[in-house]
């Protein structure tokens, strides 16, 4: 316990040092005058970060420029709180955030959730969601179950895509290429990225915009020998699959007095290839030959998104918005036997394995009323999804398990001004659920401005998760086998408690802004596998665990006109409880997270030198270990490995900024697996010998981008 009073104390420290060094600072007034940055996710309308009710976190478009990111795992690794979670063989990347993975918050895209797997806007692969149109990422921490409901239960990520452009014409060319640690070749190794985009403004309220990105990443041998070795020996195939995306967008943006209308196309195509170790010799006993052949498989995504808003006020003053979506992803799988040699294929198969297809539509009124005082919100959600996954159901088509599920919400929210300082805000929802039972989930946000520049603000609220497909129609009964799903669950319930603490100090050409805050979270009804029948043995999914989560951060921020310092430290106490099982701990388990970065710009040479740091310390969990005297499992601790991650980049701007090049390396420190440590039965620990695979090492990558202008 003594290393984790020792972590709680870094983080106070650094926020209590940060802001004992800005007490001796004297405010600008040039500076507190300056327009800040403006957000948008859980707003009523537009407005600066300072003045919004939530902590609002922003990462901006030079910082995805200075990393080089191009997609959102890229440019979120580096974020306290949240983890990316890379599968090298499925070639997905997900989040943890606080502690709970991606089927418990929302990713959207201009305030509209995403299409995936298990349905709308959570459990999202990151890899697939390209950055080249994105203006800014904004994430809310904190149960948002008023404003976005279902599965918001950690928080929100709204990306904002650009809208506009300050030229009559804009044409941007992108080509990047990258190792995959010292693996690369010009076309069947390494990562190469190719992009272009172009933006046109029509007349002064019309504006249209066209894009494509072709990213390919070659796969990871890491030892192993790739697609065209037809050795039996273990060593066929890739360590990291590879897979090809292309994504192509068009926008369309009308602009006029107080009225705003947009459009939006998407479409992802990804294919992903996995070639099977085990190779067949099929040896040819007359003619004393071999042709050896392997079960090989093509995994495609193709995803579909047509997105309409409109946003403006009325002659009376109320501003109102609206939104509707139609989105479509499916997954087709190809399943041959592939001759290596001759490259012929048999018994071969091609089918739409999981489908999703989602209408959505949201629209809200407020300022209704002229007052200073008081301004409230109402707003309607409506949706339909429709959808199969028969690789979670199990042998059966995919006409007889297409399920559908619509879900129809009114919610409604008022800002109550007590003072010029001094904000609350209420919320209630309302949600019918044609599957499960209907939801009132309700939130209370509060802002205190107070004096020498500390903003304090406060956030309680509620969500739940809908249980996924596999959850609720996973069906697996064989002679070895008996796990099934349930439709009889019930979502899960979250409540999340967030205090915030910021403190903003001026002097001269330099701002230092400092945060600590804390956090709860408490998950009832959690869903897990579990033993309902010891003879014969059966399993399945039911709501029989919770999970509690309370946590520290310090984030400190120091800025001046060429140099960003950014230096941050995370606590997180975690305790589950698995309520079905007889010795289960729910003891609290601590891990610590610290990461730092800084950017330099050298004005004169139009150059900005960035490096990025992020260090994840010890992670704990209980893991059954063993059974006692009765049969019932025992549970140990099993460690996963603390590891750093620092990147570095240099970006340099010639011709007046028109054209950019970024040189950078990324995982400098070479993390490739972590060790996962269980105690043997002796009590003494040992390596599992199965690490958890979350990078591929040290790479190194070159960005050119040609911006023209006229």
């Not at 003594?2 to 420290?13: A, E, T, V």
């Not at 995936?116 to 459990?123: A, E, R, T, W």
């Not at 080249?132 to 990306?159: F, K, L, Q, T, W």
């Not at 501003?319 to 509707?324: E, Q, T």
Request: glycine residues 6%.
């Amino acid at each position: 316990m003594i290393l984790n009073k020792q972590h709680l104390s870094i983080c106070f420290m650094l926020f209590l040092s940060a802001s004992a060094f800005s007490q001796e600072l004297k405010k600008d007034s040039i500076k507190l005058n300056k327009l800040e940055e403006v957000v948008v996710t859980g707003q009523y309308n537009p407005q600066s970060i300072k003045k919004s009710v939530h902590n609002v976190i922003v990462i901006n478009r030079e910082q995805i420029e200075n990393q080089a990111a191009n997609n959102l795992a890229d440019v979120l690794n580096f974020n306290l709180n949240l983890t990316v979670v890379p599968n090298g063989q499925t070639g997905k990347s997900t989040i943890s955030f606080f502690g709970l993975d991606a089927q418990y918050f929302n990713i959207l895209v201009d305030n509209i959730p995403l299409v995936s797997d298990s349905g709308l806007g959570n459990n999202i692969d990151l890899t697939q969601i390209n950055l080249d149109d994105v203006e800014r990422i904004e994430i809310v921490e904190g149960a948002m179950g008023v404003e976005y409901g279902a599965n918001a239960v950690s928080g929100v990520i709204n990306i904002i895509t650009k809208k506009s452009s300050d030229s009559d014409w804009s044409v941007q060319a992108i080509l990047q290429e990258e190792t995959i640690s010292d693996e690369y070749a010009w076309f069947n190794k390494g990562k190469h990225i190719q992009g272009l985009n172009i933006g046109h403004n029509i007349n002064d309220n019309w504006y249209t915009r066209v894009g494509v990105n072709r990213n390919q990443f070659s796969g990871f041998y890491n030892g192993k020998q790739g697609e065209n070795y037809y050795k039996n020996d273990g060593l066929r195939g890739f360590d990291w699959l590879p897979k090809t995306q292309i994504n192509t967008n068009a926008l369309l943006n009308y602009t006029k007095n107080n009225f705003t209308l947009f459009y939006k196309f998407d479409c992802l195509n990804e294919v992903v290839n996995y070639y099977d170790a085990a190779v067949r010799a099929n040896i040819d006993t007359q003619s004393q030959t071999s042709n050896p052949s392997a079960t090989d498989r093509i995994f495609t995504t193709n995803r579909f998104v047509n997105n309409l808003s409109i946003n403006g006020s009325l002659n009376s003053g109320a501003n109102y918005k609206a939104s509707v979506s139609y989105q479509e992803q499916k997954r087709r799988l190809n399943e041959f036997n592939n001759f290596i040699i001759t490259d012929q294929r048999s018994n071969e198969t091609d089918e739409v394995y999981q489908s999703s297809s989602v209408f959505f539509s949201k629209g809200s009124i407020n300022n209704l009323i002229k007052s200073d005082f008081y301004n409230f919100q109402l707003g309607y959600e409506a949706r339909f999804i429709k959808g199969f996954d028969t690789q979670a159901s199990g042998d059966v088509t995919a006409q007889d398990k297409e399920q559908s599920q619509s879900n129809y919400a009114l919610f409604g929210s008022s800002e109550v001004t007590i003072s010029d300082k001094i904000i609350l805000r209420p919320g209630l929802r309302y949600e019918y659920n044609s599957t499960f039972n209907s939801k009132l989930l309700g939130s209370l946000s509060a802002r205190y401005l107070m004096k020498n520049g500390f903003e304090l603000r406060a956030n309680l609220g509620n969500s739940y998760r809908t249980p996924n497909f596999e959850e609720l129609y996973y069906y697996l009964v064989d002679s070895n086998h008996d796990v099934r799903g349930n439709e009889k669950l019930k979502p899960e319930s979250g409540f999340t408690s967030f205090l915030n603490l910021k403190k903003r100090s001026w002097i001269k050409d330099v701002s230092l802004l400092n945060t600590i805050k804390v956090t709860y979270i408490d998950v009832k009804d959690k869903i897990d596998l579990a033993i309902v029948n010891q003879t014969p043995l059966q399993y399945q999914y039911i709501n029989v665990n919770e999970y509690k989560l309370w946590g520290v951060t310090s984030e400190n921020s120091l800025k001046t006109d060429n140099w960003t310092f950014n230096i941050g430290a995370t606590l997180q106490g975690i305790s589950q409880v698995a309520n079905d099982e007889v010795n289960s701990e729910d003891k609290f388990l601590y891990s610590f997270q610290l990461n730092t970065s800084s950017t330099y710009q050298i004005k004169k040479w139009n150059t900005a030198v960035t490096l990025l740091l992020k260090h994840t310390g010890e992670q704990q969990n209980y893991s059954a270990t063993g059974t006692d005297a009765s049969g019932n499992p025992t549970f140990s601790k099993t460690t996963t490995g603390a590891y750093n991650w620092l990147d570095a980049s240099l970006k340099k701007s010639f011709l007046d900024k028109s054209f950019q090049v970024t040189l950078g390396a990324r995982n400098l420190l070479d993390v490739t697996t972590v060790d996962v440590i269980r105690p043997t039965s002796g009590g003494v620990h040992s390596s599992s010998g199965n690490g958890i695979l979350l990078g591929y090492g040290r790479s190194y990558y070159l960005k050119l981008l040609y911006n023209l202008k006229f």
